[in-house]
């Protein structure tokens, strides 16, 4: 939180205010990149200055009085006792599912990756022989996900995980920084009861086909941001570009297309107007503002200039809409286009008897609007 004090003057003399700037909380982990974090923050609290002082016109910056820092426990997310699958899940037999009675699904789910085995896969047993062979020193029971990057380094295994959410599709929690030849993909349950609980993801893309497409054609999958690939050369490029952002799940909207429906916004129009009186800066040449002076700059009876510069524009413009052109002629080939046409150009809509054919046109021209070009030279009649 960033407090600041901050002048303006007034029929009554300088006022002065204090101001605070805020951003929210940040997760911090062991692989979060602090100085990016840090450049982040900096550019949202400059972001909310600067916007302040467009808003509150006249506002002066005097003194940054302090910079606080709030900081608070992060409660991570554990695994722990066995949690059974979604039925949806259970169908795709993509996911290896340990039945442990213990804290250890982590290293259960690990060792199901690494040692797989044809029969019998959720049965402790099958990986009791295997239970010493990987390095878990210091790696909390039940296991939060920021131990995983701990042992990621003390074995060399590259390790992602990836949630479910209310629709059991899958989003991705923790993804590993660089992938090795030793890979695994764990999937993070949750139940009702706060539970929660790993397990191996022996097939991602079986795991994620149906909610990335239709096609039961898909062959490569990108592990950071889950899109689909036809080939594992176009993965391979999309992954010199993907490896360069923040892991993220790709959802496209629901709706199968999507409607544009403001279309008098797409439409010029003959006249726009803009003011400010308020944007020139007054140079000083201390380093230090003063509290007795405004560093903004009006123009002699600015004010009063700028309304009789408008009146003088609004009588103009007034005077071209009051004494309005007869439109020219249409061309044989444009009567043409308009005897054929059948809907309109600007929505697609087709002609009613409530929203009927006209001729697009400018009778402040005499012209057709640039239509010569077009296919189609007719829109629909509308209410101003």
Same mark, same amino acid.
């Given at each position: 939180?960033?407090?600041?004090?901050?002048?303006?003057?007034?029929?009554?003399?300088?006022?002065?205010?204090?101001?605070?700037?805020? !951003?929210?909380?940040?997760?911090?982990?062991?692989?979060?990149?602090?100085?990016?974090?840090?450049?982040?923050?900096?550019?949202?609290?400059?972001?909310?200055?600067?916007?302040?002082?467009?808003?509150?016109?006249?506002?002066?910056?005097?003194?940054?009085?302090?910079?606080?820092?709030?900081?608070?426990?992060?409660?991570?997310?554990?695994?722990?006792?066995?949690?059974?699958?979604?039925?949806?899940?259970?169908?795709?037999?993509?996911?290896?599912?340990?039945?442990? *009675?213990?804290?250890?699904?982590?290293?259960?789910?690990?060792?199901?990756? &690494?040692?797989?085995?044809?029969? @019998?896969? *959720?049965?402790?047993?099958?990986?009791?022989?295997?239970?010493?062979?990987?390095?878990?020193?210091?790696?909390?029971?039940?296991?939060?996900?920021?131990?995983?990057?701990?042992?990621?380094?003390?074995?060399?295994?590259?390790?992602?995980?990836?949630?479910? @959410?209310?629709?059991?599709?899958?989003?991705? =929690?923790?993804?590993?920084?660089?992938?090795?030849?030793?890979?695994?993909?764990?999937?993070?349950?949750?139940?009702?009861?706060?539970?929660? $609980?790993?397990?191996?993801?022996?097939?991602?893309?079986?795991?994620?086909?149906?909610? &990335?497409?239709?096609?039961?054609?898909?062959? /490569?999958?990108?592990?950071?941001?889950?899109?689909?690939?036809?080939?594992? @050369?176009? =993965? &391979?490029? $999309?992954?010199?570009?993907?490896?360069?952002?923040?892991?993220?799940?790709?959802?496209?909207?629901?709706?199968?297309?999507?409607?544009?429906?403001?279309?008098?916004?797409? =439409?010029?129009?003959?006249?726009?107007?803009?003011?400010?009186?308020?944007?020139? !800066?007054?140079?000083?040449?201390?380093?230090?503002?003063?509290?007795?002076?405004?560093? !903004?700059?009006?123009?002699?009876?600015?004010?009063?200039?700028?309304?009789?510069?408008?009146?003088?524009?609004?009588?103009?413009?007034?005077?071209?809409?009051?004494?309005?052109?007869?439109?020219?002629?249409?061309?044989?080939?444009?009567?043409?286009? #308009?005897?054929?046409?059948? *809907?309109? #150009?600007?929505? /697609?809509?087709?002609?009613?008897?409530?929203?009927?054919?006209?001729?697009?046109?400018? $009778? =402040?021209?005499?012209?057709?609007?640039?239509?010569?070009?077009?296919?189609?030279?007719?829109?629909?009649?509308?209410?101003?």
């Amino acid at each position: 939180m960033l407090i600041c004090n901050y002048s303006k003057a007034s029929n009554s003399g300088i006022i002065t205010d204090e101001k605070n700037f805020k !951003t929210k909380d940040n997760v911090i982990l062991t692989q979060t990149n602090i100085g990016e974090l840090y450049n982040s923050i900096v550019d949202k609290l400059l972001a909310e200055t600067a916007d302040f002082q467009e808003k509150e016109s006249g506002w002066t910056l005097d003194s940054i009085m302090y910079l606080e820092i709030r900081i608070n426990k992060f409660n991570p997310l554990r695994a722990s006792l066995f949690i059974d699958l979604p039925e949806i899940i259970k169908k795709k037999h993509a996911v290896i599912n340990v039945h442990n *009675h213990d804290n250890f699904c982590f290293k259960w789910a690990v060792l199901s990756a &690494l040692f797989p085995v044809k029969d @019998n896969a *959720h049965r402790i047993q099958q990986y009791e022989t295997f239970f010493n062979t990987l390095d878990f020193t210091g790696i909390n029971f039940p296991t939060p996900l920021k131990d995983i990057v701990k042992f990621e380094k003390m074995n060399e295994i590259s390790i992602n995980v990836y949630g479910l @959410n209310e629709e059991n599709k899958v989003f991705p =929690l923790l993804i590993t920084k660089a992938e090795k030849n030793k890979h695994v993909d764990l999937l993070y349950l949750k139940n009702s009861i706060n539970n929660s $609980h790993y397990c191996w993801i022996k097939n991602l893309s079986r795991l994620a086909s149906s909610q &990335l497409s239709k096609s039961h054609r898909i062959t /490569s999958i990108c592990r950071r941001c889950l899109q689909h690939f036809s080939s594992e @050369n176009v =993965l &391979l490029k $999309h992954r010199e570009n993907c490896n360069s952002h923040d892991s993220v799940r790709i959802e496209m909207p629901k709706e199968k297309w999507l409607y544009f429906k403001n279309f008098q916004h797409t =439409l010029k129009i003959p006249f726009v107007a803009y003011a400010d009186f308020e944007c020139f !800066t007054k140079p000083i040449s201390s380093c230090e503002p003063s509290s007795e002076n405004s560093f !903004t700059v009006k123009g002699m009876n600015a004010a009063k200039v700028f309304m009789e510069v408008a009146i003088k524009k609004a009588k103009e413009i007034e005077y071209l809409y009051s004494n309005k052109k007869s439109m020219i002629p249409l061309t044989k080939e444009q009567q043409d286009v #308009y005897d054929s046409s059948s *809907h309109c #150009y600007i929505c /697609s809509g087709s002609f009613t008897k409530e929203d009927w054919k006209v001729r697009d046109h400018c $009778h =402040l021209t005499e012209s057709i609007n640039d239509e010569d070009e077009r296919n189609s030279l007719f829109g629909k009649n509308r209410k101003p």
